[in-house]
């Protein structure tokens, strides 16, 4: 049974940056398509950033995220650079066990870790 943890979260200020990391235990889940999503106070949860055989942003992100992954360390980064208010949301790692191409889907994504907060200050 695979479990996922993030860290990393924080306050920082517009223009800063923060690195989020996604530690699964229990397997190893180097074949695994893994990502990001965001959900902030009042809105639906949303795409940041995946990471299969090549990865891919939501266009809100994109330029300023990176995602990318080690896989002897079972975990999964987000370096965000340039962070903005409206970036400010919790944000969750996921990983799928079927592959399907449909990266952008949280439906998609069998696992969740908890969460963690990141909140940008103007």
């Known amino acids: 049974q695979v479990q996922l943890v993030e860290s990393g979260g924080g306050l920082v200020q517009a223009g800063g940056s923060l690195r989020l990391s996604c530690t699964a235990s229990?397997?190893?889940?180097?074949?695994?398509?893994m990502a990001w999503f965001r959900q902030a106070p009042g809105k639906e949860r949303e795409f940041v950033a995946a990471?299969?055989?090549?990865?891919y942003y939501a266009d809100s992100v994109k330029g300023r995220f990176t995602i990318s992954r080690d896989n002897a360390k079972n975990t999964v980064y987000l370096q965000m650079n340039s962070l903005k208010p409206e970036d400010t949301a919790v944000y969750y790692c996921?990983?799928?066990?079927?592959?399907?191409?449909?990266?952008?889907?949280?439906?998609?994504?069998?696992?969740w870790g908890p969460g963690t907060q990141v909140t940008v200050s103007s």
């Open positions: 996921a990983g799928q066990r079927g592959g399907s191409p449909a990266y952008w889907r949280d439906v998609e994504y069998d696992k």
């Open positions: 229990g397997r190893t889940f180097s074949n695994w398509p």
């Open positions: 990471i299969m055989w090549t990865t």
